[in-house]
């Protein structure tokens, strides 16, 4: 029989192996999800309070739609075979879907790196939950002030002192200039100290040495400093993109019997831009990569990847939420009516679960968050 694998537990894992039993029918196709983990993980929500509440057993979206869950972790991809490697065991596949995601990116010869804390994983954001739990006056020194750095410093200052830091001359540098006057007034009103053109050169225990020399009080530093896609797409292209990741075509297939989605895939939004390592990406890329490859093999014409607009929310913890539209990340929301949003969308990225039609009519709806935002031409927040 043929098979479908699929690397990744991820959302674009999940949703790639949904798609492919969508596409499956009643055909005869194996399907089988290689993924080291027990649940998937809603990564989106891990610097909230709980981070346990951010996954869901994978078994419970699965098992209804008979995809089989190989709980290892892929090493080598053979091209020329169709076979990967996982756990030293070798598995082979007509179809492949690499999904195999990102994950931070590290600092390179930091003294003290071992004592970092970081919300990329469910591991890291238990690790500092749990390191923090029951402190009501922490220090807490969070390390670049990109996306996730603003979602962790603003959750961890309705405990404590948060210091952020960052190289850049602002704050959501990547951001852009839309959301920055919103996100600097979030800032304020949590009292949040910002050092800027600035980072740390050295974590010890209960301090850290910044790179002006000064050393600062700290129970904890979370290091989120950006995120490189996982070390197997190189097995796949060497002509990776800067944040790693594997250049596809409309169709997000890389080579004539693989396709990557997620994190790891390069894939164009328009003209101007490729994709960004987010979930908004990553599930309707993992429907279309997983639903093409059962249906190469079972001859039914491709889906393309066109990408619903590009929007942004951004939680700011008890100053609101900001949510943006298009490339310029227009605001469209501040402060609670942002959050709401938020709390929107967060809800809405978890699958649904136990129940096979259910999950089905999700892998068909590719861009099934879209409901919930406001429309293009609703009026800027003052
Ligand atoms: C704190 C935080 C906040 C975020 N906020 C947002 C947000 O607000 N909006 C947004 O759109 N995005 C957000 N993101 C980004 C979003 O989480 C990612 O873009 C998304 O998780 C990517 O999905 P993925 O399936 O490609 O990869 P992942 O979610 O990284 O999943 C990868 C999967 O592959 C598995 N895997 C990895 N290596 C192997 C291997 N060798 N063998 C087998 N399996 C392997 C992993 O175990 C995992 O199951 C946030 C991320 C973080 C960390």
Redesign the pocket.
């Known amino acids: 029989m043929a098979r479908v694998v699929i690397?990744?537990?991820?959302?674009?894992?999940v949703w790639g192996a949904a798609a492919a039993a969508l596409a499956r029918g009643d055909a005869d196709l194996r399907i089988t999800l290689?993924?080291?983990?027990e649940h998937m993980?809603l990564?989106?929500r891990?610097?909230e309070p709980e981070p346990d509440l951010a996954k869901v057993e994978l078994s419970r979206i699965l098992k209804p739609i008979g995809v089989e869950h190989l709980r290892?972790?892929?090493?080598t991809i053979d091209t020329n075979r169709r076979v990967v490697v996982?756990d030293g065991e070798e598995i082979g596949y007509d179809r492949l879907v690499l999904?195999?995601?990102?994950k931070l990116v590290q600092p390179q010869g930091l003294p003290g790196a071992e004592r970092l804390f970081d919300?990329?994983t469910l591991d890291g954001a238990r690790r500092l939950t749990d390191h923090l739990r029951g402190r009501e006056d922490y220090s807490v020194v969070v390390v670049g002030a990109g996306?996730?750095g603003l979602?962790a410093a603003t959750a961890l200052a309705a405990r404590g002192r948060v210091l952020l830091v960052d190289r850049s001359e602002v704050v959501g540098d990547q951001l852009g200039p839309g959301p920055r006057t919103a996100i600097e007034a979030a800032l304020d009103q949590l009292g949040i100290e910002c050092r800027l053109r600035t980072t740390v050169t050295e974590v010890g225990d209960g301090y850290a040495v910044l790179s002006d020399g000064t050393k600062v009080d700290a129970d904890a530093v979370v290091w989120s400093v950006g995120m490189r896609a996982?070390e197997?797409t190189r097995q796949i292209s060497d002509k990776l993109d800067h944040l790693g990741r594997v250049p596809v075509d409309e169709n997000l297939r890389a080579l004539p019997e693989v396709f990557v989605?997620?994190?790891?895939a390069a894939a164009a939004y328009d003209a101007g831009h490729t994709v960004m390592?987010?979930?908004?990406h990553?599930t309707p890329l993992?429907k279309v990569a997983g639903y093409n490859a059962a249906a190469d093999l079972l001859n039914l014409p491709l889906r393309k990847f066109t990408p619903a607009p590009y929007v942004t929310?951004l939680d700011l913890g008890a100053a609101g939420g900001i949510f943006t539209r298009g490339w310029e990340r227009r605001v469209l929301a501040t402060g609670a009516e942002g959050a709401a949003i938020k709390k929107r969308i967060n809800q809405a990225i978890r699958p649904p679960v136990d129940d096979a039609a259910k999950i089905l009519a999700a892998a068909d709806k590719v861009y099934n968050v879209l409901p919930f935002f406001p429309r293009d031409d609703e009026k800027p927040a003052a």
């Open positions: 690397i990744g537990g991820g959302f674009a894992g290689i993924a080291p983990n993980v990564r989106p891990l610097y290892a972790s892929v090493s996982a999904a195999a995601g990102s919300i990329d996306f996730v979602e996982s197997l989605a997620g994190d790891a390592q987010a979930c908004q990553a993992g929310c």
